[in-house]
């Protein structure tokens, strides 16, 4: 199977292109690192069937070059402006990178003869549902950010390019991942803050906004699993944990994981984080438990792995120095929040470690 992982190089892409050549899959990526690190898919390089484009999605021509070339059998739509909180100030971003990209994707699937497509929508699109228990048919679907708008936009892109073109879709929506290759996100947020100053932290809202948090090894697993048979048509799967954690649950896991003690959180109040963040909502999983899928992870436990999975720059000093990184134990790497950076020959080890924490 030949897969193009748009966004490959993005937290969740690179998690899913070593899924997918782990099963021994040929794995294309393409990204413009927006968002993404080459830090992120270096440690993939080095296999003769993953092939790396860097390219801009928003470009129409770029992107039908690719395909040309490439001919893929099915396409991870993964790339988008994932920074909701950037795009609140210049929603041009998410016209780019979250809705013209998915328009190019499906066009030039449509010109090629493309038919497999898989799309990471979210929870966004639902807007604030102020408590409603939101499945698969919700309605009305406003979302309150461009983010969630783009994202929706795209879902219709999706089902009038399905049902003109005969192709099978599957269209994920699911809640905050969190796992190995971070780019953003609260845990990112505090981790990198709490490294700056250990005895405070402060937490944008109130502390109570209550979210799902689904670990990427749970969220790719269930990628996989339901990519084996695309059905015909658009099939939409609400995908996520049962249990949810508060923002300050976040921050004192965070905190138990670094080894903090007495650290002062001030919150800056409000019932949201920020103008476009939901702060609370439920969701409705029978749909994708009625199929036997479940996530392994609690939500807190999801959270609790992903700060020691994203500590590599405060363990590489003691760990690379012995030679022994937690992700590549018999190779000179210095890990850092984002994943492993390879070491030149000779390159001083803890000079790249004190630069990486600072
Ligand atoms: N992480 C979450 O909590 C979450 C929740 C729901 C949905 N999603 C969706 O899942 C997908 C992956 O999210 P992520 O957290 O890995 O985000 P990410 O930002 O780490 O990954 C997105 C990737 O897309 C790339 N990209 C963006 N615009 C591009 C363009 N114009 N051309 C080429 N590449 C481009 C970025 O460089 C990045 O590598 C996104 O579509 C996101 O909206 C994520």
């Not at 979302?143 to 969630?148: A, K, R």
């Amino acid at each position: 199977m030949k897969a193009l992982v748009a966004g490959g190089a993005g937290f969740i892409g690179s998690n899913l292109c070593e899924a997918l050549l782990a099963q021994k899959d040929e794995v294309v990526c393409v990204d413009n690192y927006y968002n993404g690190t080459k830090e992120n898919i270096e440690h993939l390089r080095s296999d003769s069937r993953f092939t790396v484009y860097e390219e801009d999605l928003a470009d129409i021509d770029a992107v039908e070059k690719i395909f040309s070339k490439v001919r893929p059998d099915i396409v991870y739509h993964m790339a988008a402006n994932s920074d909701i909180q950037a795009s609140a100030q210049a929603p041009s971003v998410e016209y780019r990178n979250t809705y013209t990209t998915t328009f190019n994707i499906l066009e030039v699937m449509r010109k090629t003869g493309v038919k497999k497509f898989f799309f990471c929508s979210t929870s966004a699109v639902y807007g604030d549902a102020q408590g409603s228990e939101v499945n698969e048919l919700f309605s009305p679907l406003s979302p309150i950010s461009y983010y969630g708008a783009c994202k929706l936009g795209s879902e219709g892109l999706i089902s009038a390019y399905t049902y003109m073109n005969d192709f099978s879709s599957l269209v994920f929506r699911f809640p905050n991942v969190v796992g190995p290759h971070l780019t953003h996100g609260v845990i990112f947020d505090f981790i990198k803050r709490l490294r700056k100053d250990p005895s405070r932290l402060v937490i944008l809202g109130d502390g109570h906004q209550c979210k799902p948090y689904l670990h990427v090894s749970d969220l790719v697993d269930c990628i996989l699993r339901f990519t084996e048979s695309i059905p015909q048509g658009v099939t939409v799967y609400n995908v996520g944990g049962e249990s949810q954690s508060t923002v300050t649950n976040i921050a004192e896991i965070v905190c138990r994981e670094m080894g903090l003690k007495n650290v002062k959180f001030s919150y800056t109040g409000g019932r949201g984080g920020w103008k476009g963040d939901v702060p609370a909502f439920a969701y409705n999983l029978d749909k994708i438990h009625a199929k036997g899928w479940r996530a392994a992870m609690t939500s807190n436990e999801a959270i609790a792995a992903t700060v020691r999975e994203n500590m590599g720059g405060v363990r590489a000093l003691s760990e690379v120095a012995t030679g022994n990184c937690h992700r590549r134990p018999r190779q000179r790497f210095v890990a850092r929040n984002t994943g492993c950076i390879k070491l030149k020959a000779k390159e001083p080890v803890l000079e790249i470690c004190k630069l990486y924490l600072s």
